[in-house]
């Protein structure tokens, strides 16, 4: 599974990559090293991890994380919904770039979704605390590496929670007051583990890596996607409104299944994905959690919570993917007699990435040789935030397959480095002021 | 929502019933305190129980049923998977009528199911008691008054556990070992309430009265059910086998979604009874169980467990509709590239009551001046497995609106108190050998 990288001459040239990466033996097999010990936090039987948010396990990968910065001089601080920075001053007084991901996981999720990103980040920061060290003058800006609270969302909606707070998307308030199913509170999971704050980052850029989660970079052969845009997403919270009955008994006219209802809206939201997507146009459409009361072998259901999200790449034919999933919600209600309610909405456009930040990424990959390619993201990531604020730049390396929020994912050891070098070079000219000046 | 039987004179005709019950006011006002008394125990906010098999609640239930009946004179006993026995000796070493329902709940299920059988039963039995001291001569059988344990199966499956391991349809070892979605078995559930034993009865004949959970009485202004079948019925526990992924990054044509898979086979479950029913036979197809893996927002589902029944008058009709959900199962696999694994199954065939039973029945409501009707059950009781065993009578009383396992569930004291009055003239008929002799 981990091939060092100068013995992985697979089928792609990795000839000048290699030449790039002789002289970081050290550093590369530290990095290694780190995501291994790292990986063994929250792990699963197999191969994954499940590193909920604010869970012990959080805690503990928090409190790793933190051992590591501040053994290499970094400065640990917290904001009040929990982000964590680790924080480099080279230029006194300065604005901060800032370089991040996300510690927490999907329940049976993979150890490289988020996870690679914060130590890519950290490894990177302190290469170019290094070369500052050994170099003259003064670079631009300070260095944060940031582990962003809850960038999953499973345990506490909605996902990117820490970076709509940081943003300004999400009042602090209402993050705290959010509770996971058996009623705790971001704010006492996060009182539990310790890991609160009251600190503000004054950052000038954010860069961000992540694995990709699908599969065009692999299938291209490419080392680095360059993320040129984040996919509109409509994702609403269902509640199909039945009556519970006895399975047996209650003859078909006089049921009210919000089982069938909530089933036939699946069904449906799958149907639509199928209709608008176009060779042009592609619609994905999703249901990723689907609760059923009381759930009981013999009691028709009384309600169902479910989510559903609808993304396109194109604006008109989400709206229209969007007004057909209504229409057919409405259908559906008449169908199962039952009555489906409309709760929370989250949506965000589909939006681009920072052009400058696009060219100095591509400048980068050329100085180090690396195959790159341009990428639009389907997932959120906390620098969908992060872009809307100050200018950023979001990279991505190969997952195998595509596979994601699955304990089989997996990006090469060769990967997680050409993206580690990559993100080193992009960063280190960020703090020399490449991106933004003072 | 309690009157007083005397004053109910709404829109039947009660003038019979009511000279009926004049004389048994003490009698009928005891059964009611009582009934009030029970419905305390798992009491839920909206007038319903929650006392699922095995739990605290239902150890309460049993305990208070015990109270009850060794107040009367009654001897408790228990057999091996915790059925509880109460016993009245009035023929030493004869078999025994027994006259059972059960106190188990649904989750948030109504107070009458199952509970109202019990109680009545107690209160017959106590009057033949009463009358058997105040006659001459030796009746032909002893009494119990037996409480299932498990009718419902929500927590433990399959549903009349109990009443199976009794007729020796299910080994004992088999529903000791079957565990709830916690892990505990039901062994241990029954230790921690403590109500097991190796009591075994000698059962002659049994009768059981229970709420309709239709609303065929009560459309014909009906006091009394007389059970003439059951209904056949198939129940599939289906797994449906998808793999993790991303909701966001996985494209369609990568996924292979368990809930999209699992939803598609409910809504062609209630497709399936629309078609096969017509005015002759009808077909009542449900899903009362549907569990996600790993049910997260953001995640494609691996897994969904769920239970499918079909149910029919007909035998032919059950088998060409149970071959059509088999048939649209393969279908489903192909359009969600999904694997849909059939896990256990149960039948049982639509099958009658006992004929001299119903005659017994018919010449008792007759004589208690109640308008009865035929009815057939699709719910199953604890009596059609001990109908296959001995003879065996099923009453039922109205339900209001026809709701059941559901906390609105509805049976009026009238209609409760007929119920009661019908269930002394058929019990204290069998007990002297009117249906079956020694």
Chains 1, 2 share one sequence.
């Not at 290699?18 to 033996?25: E, G, M």
């Not at 007051?177 to 006492?188: K, L, N």
């Amino acid at each position: 599974m981990t091939t060092s990288p100068s013995r992985d001459n697979g089928s792609r040239d990795h000839k000048s990559r290699d030449s790039t990466f002789r002289n970081h033996t050290a550093r590369n097999n530290a990095f290694l090293a780190d995501f291994r010990s790292m990986s063994t936090i929250g792990a699963t039987a197999g191969g994954g991890v499940d590193r909920q948010a604010g869970t012990a396990a959080d805690g503990q990968t928090r409190f790793w994380f933190r051992g590591l910065m501040e053994g290499h001089g970094f400065v640990i601080r917290y904001d009040e919904v929990g982000n964590q920075f680790a924080l480099l001053e080279l230029a006194p007084g300065a604005p901060y770039v800032a370089i991040g991901s996300h510690l927490d996981s999907q329940p049976m999720g993979g150890r490289f979704d988020g996870a690679y990103g914060v130590l890519a980040g950290a490894h990177a920061a302190i290469e170019l605390m290094e070369q500052a060290a050994a170099a003259e003058g003064e670079p631009m800006f300070n260095i944060a590496v940031v582990n962003w609270f809850n960038e999953e969302g499973c345990r506490f909606k909605p996902s990117m929670m820490g970076s709509s707070v940081f943003t300004g998307k999400i009042p602090a308030e209402q993050a705290l007051a959010t509770s996971d199913p058996h009623g705790v509170t971001v704010r006492e999971a996060l009182n539990a583990i310790g890991t609160r704050g009251d600190f503000r980052l004054d950052v000038a850029a954010y860069v961000e890596i992540h694995i990709e989660q699908g599969r065009s970079l692999e299938d291209a052969g490419l080392s680095i996607g360059l993320v040129e845009s984040t996919w509109g997403a409509n994702k609403y919270e269902f509640v199909v409104h039945g009556e519970q009955g006895h399975t047996g008994a209650t003859v078909i006219k006089d049921r009210k299944d919000a089982l069938l209802g909530a089933s036939a809206l699946v069904v449906a939201a799958r149907e639509i994905a199928n209709r608008f997507s176009t060779d042009e146009h592609m619609v994905i459409t999703s249901c990723g959690e689907f609760t059923v009361f009381p759930n009981s072998p013999v009691v028709v259901a009384s309600r169902v919570d479910l989510l559903v999200d609808v993304r396109s790449t194109d604006p008109d034919v989400l709206a229209a993917a969007d007004a057909e999933l209504h229409r057919r919600a409405a259908e559906i209600e008449a169908f199962a007699d039952v009555r489906i309610e409309r709760g929370a909405e989250h949506a965000w456009d589909a939006k681009t990435y920072d052009q400058a930040g696009m060219k100095l990424a591509a400048a980068s990959a050329d100085k180090l040789g690396l195959g790159y390619g341009i990428v639009r993201t389907l997932a959120g990531h906390d620098s969908t935030n992060l872009k809307d604020m100050v200018p950023t730049i979001m990279l991505f390396v190969p997952s195998v397959e595509g596979i994601s929020h699955n304990e089989r994912e997996l990006t090469s050891d060769a990967d997680m480095l050409a993206g580690l070098a990559m993100l080193t070079e992009v960063a280190g000219r960020m703090v020399n002021g490449e991106l933004v000046q003072k």
